[in-house]
């Protein structure tokens, strides 16, 4: 009788800690992943300055846009220690515009207002890409489908498992150490 009131008192406590820790990924009903309220709290990988590798990159003389790229704080802890990204890890790319004249500034850039949020999540070991579109207002966003390029440029481009390790200074050694790093084909 008292065990199973101690065992159940374990079951619950164990329930209530899990659900406020994960920080994973949280889907509506019909399957959209809703935006992570504070992802700006999770871990910082970089900041990209006007990269461009798609066929559809601006013209030469566009504004530089930033890009910041944010990983739970889970994920990121896990990957210190085996150089492979868990189940539930999830990015957000958040694409920013940038200025450079301003305030006492003259020359270089700084980062202005959200131009757009993508996301990236490995659920059921499988990655999944998602766009809450422009600006920073969506409170949600759908998958993209699988015949989408943000797959196969991943897939083919990305130095770990489908995500780019290569750009993210803090991780790049990591993943070496561990002899998880695959070198993509050059272009
Ligand atoms: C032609 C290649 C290419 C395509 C297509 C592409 N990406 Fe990426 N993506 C990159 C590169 C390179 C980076 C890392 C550099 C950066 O932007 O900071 C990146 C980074 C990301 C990240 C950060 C996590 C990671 O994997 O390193 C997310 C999230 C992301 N992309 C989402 C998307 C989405 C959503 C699409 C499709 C709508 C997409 N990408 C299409 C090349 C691509």
New binding site residues.
Partial sequence: MRFAAVLLTLVFSAAAFSAEDTDGPRYTASGSLMMPANYREWIF????LG?T???NAPAPDAPQRF???F?NRTAYQSFQKTGIWPDKTV???E?RASQSKGSINQAGHFQTGVAAI???VKDGGK?T???FGAGDSAKEAKP?PRT???????A???AVD???????PTLLPVAKAKGTFKDPEPK
């Fill in positions: 990988l970089s900041s990209g990269m590798y798609g066929p890009d910041n790229v990983v990015f957000v790319l694409i993508e996301a990236e990655w890409f998602f766009g993209f989408e390029r943000c797959y196969t440029c991943h083919q481009n990305g489908n995500t780019f390790v290569q750009f993210y």
